[in-house]
């Protein structure tokens, strides 16, 4: 075919033909750009296609990723609400008279004392997205836009929950070693044991500085309109919808 284009044009220059020549020139150049943008555009939509198909996958995985965050952050959160139940019960019984308080509430409130609760939250969509520069393969705005956020928006989280579990690790739970054995409905009774702690300021004070660290913890999860609630459940709902 090129061969036989070649022969005509100059076949055309042979016989003078310059207009024909030209017009035919225009025509060749016209044939070609338009094979360019036919072969521009097959590679847009091949690469088009290639992204939502790459976006699907993602948003699949988001979706399931963060439906497991929310299970977890939910449980996390009764964890942390028992936490606080139990301190407060010991807090209104203070100062504690060992003869008076019931020994089966006070077992279960020391144990909920050393509750190292913990989110696990999975981050493995995010960090796939932030390692790879590949948030743009999300074409829905506002879920690109809160999965960009989203570090940002949990790391205040994770730094009052990382207080909450040094403080329980370090403190409180040293504290109980010493001073009474497991399991504590056992200990109560233990010969060994002198219950005289429960009265003393030290206690009080750890009892107070536990029920503070939790409860800054529970104040930014703790109500369904609070920021990283709310992100997590538009999260899911955008990534199972898809685009918009």
Not at 56 to 76: D, H, V, W
Not at 156 to 166: L, V
Not at 171 to 184: C, F, G, V
Request: aromatic share 10%; charged share 25%; with cysteine.
């Amino acid at each position: 075919m090129i061969k036989f284009f070649r022969k005509f044009r100059q076949k055309l220059l042979t016989e003078n033909k310059f207009s024909k020549y030209l017009v035919y020139a225009i025509g060749e150049i016209v044939l070609v750009v338009i094979g360019i943008l036919i072969a521009l555009s097959i590679n847009n939509w091949n690469q088009k296609r290639i992204n939502s198909l790459s976006e699907s996958l993602l948003l699949k995985e988001i979706n399931t990723e963060f439906k497991f965050n929310k299970k977890e952050l939910e449980s996390t959160i009764i964890t942390y609400t028992l936490v606080r139940n139990h301190c407060n019960y010991l807090r209104k019984s203070f100062p504690l008279v060992q003869n008076e308080i019931d020994k089966d509430s006070l077992s279960r409130a020391l144990g909920q004392l050393r509750n190292l609760g913990s989110a696990d939250l999975s981050m493995g969509s995010i960090s796939t997205l932030i390692n790879t520069s590949s948030f743009e393969i999300i074409s829905n705005t506002e879920l690109r836009t809160l999965l960009i956020q989203w570090d940002d928006l949990i790391s205040d989280y994770f730094e009052r929950e990382e207080q909450t579990i040094n403080y329980t690790r370090h403190t409180i739970i040293p504290y109980l070693a010493k001073r009474i054995p497991q399991p504590y409905i056992k200990g109560l009774d233990d010969d060994r044991v002198d219950l005289s702690f429960l009265n003393s300021i030290e206690f009080e004070n750890l009892i107070n500085d536990r029920h503070r660290d939790v409860n800054t913890l529970l104040n930014v999860v703790e109500n369904e309109d609070d920021e990283i609630r709310k992100a997590i459940n538009r999260i899911i709902f955008l990534s199972n919808s898809g685009k918009e």
